[in-house]
């Protein structure tokens, strides 16, 4: 379904699409815009809906589902919100790039990384887990919440999963904002935010024995 703008640029108010189960809806607009190169002219200002909710690049599309191309609202643009998990290295310049915006003056980009010593413990390695569809439905929630109340232009955070060494990148949260009080004010929450409400557990490994971080307790793990 496609509306505003969008129709008058592919000449209607739908297309069709012939999609794999496994397709995503970043890949949906990847196939979009090779079909119908004149989409490729909107620079992606719009946001993909399945089923009347919107989604992130990472969410699959099922048979059966209601997808709508949604352009900016009028009373004004959408900022790029964006949120993964991933087990691959994580990427900081292209994430500070991606919420780059031409009306936006401030861009702060935050990185967790993985240190070797805690007080008096220390870490050989770290090893991250998570309730991986949750935790992406509360990043992006956050990305929202933080949008809405500094006005960013854009906002993506990404967390890196499974085993990290120190000095490994972790975490990283950018925005981007019309000044530089909003994007410092807006970076924290979004980090902030992340470590209170994410479904996201680590495990430290060191030389004296693994221990779960959970919360404010640090919990001896029963496998070595």
Known sequence: MLFASLQDLLGGEQIEVELSEETT???LVDMLEDSHPALKRFDRRFRVAVNQEFVS???RISPGDEIALIPPV???ASPHLRASITSDPLQPDTLTREVMNSH???VVSFLGTVRDLTGDQVTEKL???TYQGMAEKELLAICREAA???NLGGAVVEHRVGELEPGDVAVVACCSAPHRKEAFEAARYLI???KERVPLWKKEIGPDGTAWIE???RVPSSVD
């Open 192 to 194: 902030d935010t992340t």
């Open 25 to 27: 809806a970043g890949e």
């Open 104 to 106: 936006c003056g401030a």
């Open 127 to 129: 090893h991250y887990s």
């Open 57 to 59: 690049n990472e969410d």
């Open 215 to 217: 919360g404010d307790a």
């Open 148 to 150: 809405e109340k500094w």
């Open 74 to 76: 009028s009373g004004g």
